[in-house]
């Protein structure tokens, strides 16, 4: 099969396949038009079976992880010359979709790049020179995926830790922006950072700010990924939550009351609401394991919780949730 396709390989990527990864007219009506749709979109694995999109960047891992020695080097070229491109046109005339497109394949193949020479010692280069400008892009869908594709390589050696620290903190900064995609990418983004981060003094001083950026986002959208933000958070703070864990378990416990009533509203066992109610009990489940040896703070969870306890451990709550 491969020999077939040989031939015409070039075209079949740079001029079919490369063209489904770009950001489109459908993408920026809905983006426009209905946000929480288009996240619900992006962030949906059943969407992604009939995703033209997602389709085109399988191909093109597949393509690379089969035959790399031929494809790999030829492929990042042709990112780096829309790279190029995009650099050296005016504002008006920047390919931004294109742009969007080859950020959103970088990101899709971090894994290989994170272990193939020369990418691999060139990854802080580029994250600093094409990936982090956009930030402060004035084109939303670039912000967003500036967020996403630095939290891809949130957990590779900086030589300068300087680049680690303002990447963390435009992420920080995205989860008050103005446009709802943004701030989801942003939320799943710190994530990584949160993980990779060796100083937790680079997030202590603002994780009060950061818990309530956190759930001004649950309140907006259901999203079971943006549950494991949270929690990993409480993993890495552990006891230092304490002072948190009462607000947090009330929080928890609001969207959890707001899932359940998505979830048998739509009465569908692969409901996003359902899957996200899940996702606020074991996060609560974490913030009373890392508060284990406070007991005193059980006391004033208590009311909080035991409406859920009951809930769940009665034939109310039998067949509600895919535990």
């Known amino acids: 099969m491969y020999s077939l396709l ?4 070039d075209v079949l990527i740079f001029e079919i396949v490369f063209p ?64 190029k491109r995009y650099d050296e046109a005016p504002a008006e005339y920047k390919p931004y979709r294109q ?25 802080e280069r580029m994250l600093v020179q094409h990936v982090f ?16 594709v630095a939290g891809q390589y949130a957990h590779i050696n900086f030589s300068d830790q300087n680049n680690f620290r ?18 989801v990418d942003s939320v799943f983004a710190l994530r990584s950072f949160v993980e990779a981060c060796r100083d937790l003094n680079e997030i202590r001083p603002i994780l009060p700010q950061l818990l309530d950026e956190f759930f001004k986002l649950m309140n907006e959208v259901e999203n079971e990924d943006l549950v494991f ?8 703070f552990g006891e230092e939550m304490a002072p948190y864990a009462l607000g947090l ?3 928890l416990a609001a969207a959890f009351w707001r899932c359940m009533n998505t979830a048998e509203a739509d009465d569908e ?3 996003p609401g359902a899957l996200a109610a899940v996702g606020c009990l074991r996060a609560i489940s974490t913030i009373l394991e890392s508060v284990s040896k406070l007991p005193h703070l059980f006391v004033q969870v208590e009311p909080t919780l035991l409406p859920i306890m009951r809930k769940m451990l009665t034939t109310d709550g039998q067949g509600t949730l895919p535990l």
């Not at 742009?99 to 990854?123: F, M, N, Q, V």
């Open 6 to 9: 040989q031939p015409r390989l």
């Open 20 to 83: 489904l990864m770009c950001f489109n007219d459908n993408d920026q009506k809905l983006w426009d038009e209905d946000p929480h749709e288009y996240v619900r979109k992006g962030y949906d694995i059943i969407e992604d079976l009939y995703s033209p999109r997602t389709a085109s960047l399988d191909f093109v891992s597949e393509l690379i992880r089969k035959r790399g020695k031929e494809n790999l080097h030829k492929f990042i070229q042709f990112i780096v010359e829309i790279f």
């Open 99 to 123: 742009k969007d497109g080859s950020l959103l394949a970088i990101g899709a193949l971090c894994d290989k790049l994170k272990r193939t020479e020369p990418y691999k010692s060139e990854l």
């Open 133 to 148: 400008p956009e930030f402060s892009s004035p084109v939303g869908h670039l912000r967003a995926k500036a967020a996403w």
């Open 166 to 183: 303002k990447a963390l903190q435009c992420v920080v900064s995205g989860l008050r922006d103005l446009e709802l995609p943004v701030r």
């Open 229 to 236: 933000t949270l929690e990993t958070i409480v993993d890495k």
């Open 249 to 251: 378990c009330q929080n």
């Open 269 to 271: 066992t692969d409901d």
